[in-house]
């Protein structure tokens, strides 16, 4: 009974293939979509929790209260801590310490091959026992005591070598020869410490003036991570931590607190994001899981509604076998059988389509994602999707069957049809509601990136790239060179410098501010930047009133440039320029103001900005090219660099790139979610297909007898098509305003955003009726053309 | 062996009923061959499901085998006409899906007989209908009287005691509904009790007796003298 079950169930999927073909297809791309957004969503929220003593391990941060109202939150505490919480915190079981924010970048060096390298860190010897690498050569044993040693990732030591085992080997660092200690197995894509290469900490603190600053309590530069022993009172240790760090700093005021978070919360702690650690975004995980559910759920509707849809047209059979002597169970099996094949079919192919996929999605995200058949989510997914599926699919339908008496079929009647064509109706209206819902956030997350894109920012960034000249005694002859050598190029039509990229200046300074009618319990903070007198015509900056800097002008090292949002924040009394300004130990004078400019990015408001002039400080060199002729102004600009850094590559880019590279990681969710709502469109499309196939192939005799009484071509189209529209439509009504609300919010995290037009919502009814109507008149295009005589005679 | 008593039928067609079987007594012996007739409408294909059990009198009584069915509840109506009562339809209703032998073969899976013995039981028929050839076919490649012989081939296989045709010449050409009728009449002949409708009068003259519905009553019962059919 149960071959000739599947051999039936096998013999009905193929005679009605394009069903079985919709059905897989949908159910498949929507499981493979599902899996690919979860194994996201598990490895956003897994993050650091594969190491042995994940658990215990807890991130000491750092609170310091500036003012009444502000306190700042970082992620880093004093080096000493390290040491004192394992002499003095009776809970600590363990600490380690990680530093990485010394020079941003590192240029690597193996026969004459140069390179760079972003993500690596400094880590003291306690390390390795708190954290998981596997050695795949080599150990971390006499790693501090060797001062010039380096632990490698396989990737970055198959970059500088082209072969992973390499200990032993060497290769130079900036100026010095660095040996190969070990090499480890790539970070895997849920760790939060992502870095390609470990330095001993003991090399760091080998310089004497470095360890001092580093040893200094005021000096908040060093990632503190302890083991705690399991039970203990958290609020204890943050007591202790805190009394510690006050004593320590020698500090009356009580402004500082050390508060230890766990690991598992750390990867979402926005607020603390640093640059050693991957910071994510919980709500970007959060609505990508739900998108990945809304597929599913989706892609289960059309199974549901195809299937039951075809259920009706199998009372025949249905009425038949029961009166030839079919038990209800006997029915159900039937119906079932065919259902688990489809499901299993899907499932295997859902699984060969993430395989396929992978590769690319793993670029996207750049990660390295895995998905092992042992994957318990793998299995969620697919648990979850079948028993859905088959629950509706393959119950429901075979319940009603089940039910249906042969009297009424031999009546003429087709019990189930009439029964769930409003539940068939409601299926394909949640269906298209969530669709349209989609394509609406993805205009409105497409309008406001390309409001972002164009926006005026106050500044012109067009043909203007940048380059950052490294530390060094001399950087300030070194910029001054460069810029002077770039001064006779043709192609170049002005160079500046200022001590960060003007795309995004986010550096605050407070404490040290005062000026005529400051209120003694004001404390601004302010945003601050250096610059240079050629950096505004270069930006084309605006003044509101006063001057800008000037070149040779001794005085304007001690003035400052404020911009309009600083002068109301600050309430400096009129006239503003000249008033007496002290900034940094400087004494000087306000000598101008300039139009508020995005230094920013648009997420937040433009705030208050003090601008001055410390030639020290400044590492940024723009060079603004004339139009088209780029590549000249580049040539000579490494030109310029090889000069005076033989040793370095010369690395540049365009205040363009720069700024669409601050809202990269936007632009990823954005890209995600587009590509999601792409495919929910085309699930739901397909399901929207499958239903027109049905209702046309029901209706195939109606259309034979309406084409011989002489109804046009058109007319028919439009009588077919008419129903599903109209549930489009209704869609559209429903989905518009939820769509609204939730975009709505998304807006909020913008300081600057469009608002939402009313022609966001047409344009996506259009999109989402024009899509159904392709859908489905394609259908009904193919059954008003087709010959009556033919449907006619197979009646 | 049919003993029905005042059978009575109606349908609620908005808020009135329209009674389409009134006052329906007769009974039907072991061994007969029974023909209805009557205009269309006159509710013979409703008595068909009735005496079937595929349905219910709204009144009145219905004795198989001295059984009191309409007192039975659906399901054991249903394990009743499973295993006594073969049917023929006008239209065949045949499964498409299946060929020609897992139609007739059909019946006997439902019973649970074993494999060998459904494999010699199709066989048998196969052989006796004349359609070995046509085994494995599909029902949409047969002819309309080559589906409906099939059809009293998957009606017959169980050994019913009854079996009900309902128009089964109805969408056939006259040759193709002789060659059906006289295949009844042989099994009528072997013994088995068979109930027909036709509206075809000389398809009538199969029978051993003809009854007449009009407008949901009885006009007429009469036996066929000439065939001196068993009493
Ligand atoms: N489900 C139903 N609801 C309402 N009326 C019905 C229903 N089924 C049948 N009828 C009515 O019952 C009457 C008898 O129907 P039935 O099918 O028994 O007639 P028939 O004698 O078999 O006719 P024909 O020779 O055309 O097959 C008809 O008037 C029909 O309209
Ligand atoms: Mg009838």
Redesign the pocket.
Known sequence: MFTNNLKIAYRNLLRRRSFTAINVAGLSLGMAAAILAFLWVENEYGFDQYHPVAEQTYRLNTDLRVSADEVWHWATTPLPLVKVVQEEVPEAMNATTMTANMWPVVNLERKGQKMRCEKYGFVDGNWFEMFSYQFLDGTAEGFQQNLHSAILTQKLAEKIFGKADVVGESFRLDTLDFTVQAVVENRPANSSFDQEMLLPLSFLLSNEQRRQDAESWNNFNFLTLVQLRPGSDLAAVNEKLTTLTRKYKEAEDDNVSILAQPLSEVHFDETRAHLAMLTGSQKSANVVGIIGLVILFLACVNYVSLTTAQAGMRTKEVGVRKIIGAGGQQIFKLLFSENLITALVSLALAIGFVQLALPYFNEFAEQNFDLGLTNPMLWMVAGGTLGTTLLLSGVYPALFLTDFSPGQFL?G?NFLKMKNTAFRKGLVVAQFAITTGLIIGAIVIYQQQEYIRHKDLGYDRSQVFEFNVPYSKTRQDAVKAIQQSLTTVPSVVATAASNMSVVNMNSTHSGSIDYEGKPDDFEPVVYQASVDASFSELMQLKMADGRWFQPDNEADMQNVVLNEAAVRFMKIPEPVVGQKFSFQGKDGQVVGIVKDFHYLSLRSKIAPLVLQVYPPSNSTVYVKTTAGKASEAIAAAEKAWEARYPNMPFEYRFLDDAFNQMYKTEDKNAALFKLLAGLAVFISCLGLFGLAVFSTQQRVKEIGVRKVLGASVPSLVGLLSKDFVTLVILSLVIAAPLAWYFMDKWLQDFAYRIDIQWTVFALAGMAAVGVAFLTVSFQSIKAALANPVKSLRSE | MIKLNNIERH???GSNK?W?LRNITFNVNKGEFLTIM???????????NIIGMLDKPDNGEYFFHDEPVHTFNEKRRTELHKHSIGFVFQAYHLIDELTVYENIEMPLLYKGVSKSDRQSLVADILDRFNIVGKKDLFPSQLSGGQQQLVGIARAIIGKPKLLLA??PTGNLHTSQGEMIMSLLKELHDEGMTIIQ?T?NEKFATYGTRIIQ?ED?FVRRDEEMRDEGGTA
């Open positions: 009546r009647q | 349908y609620n067609t329209t389409v009557g205009p269309s409408g006159s509710g013979k294909s409703t008595l068909m309902d128009e409708v509206h519905l949901g």
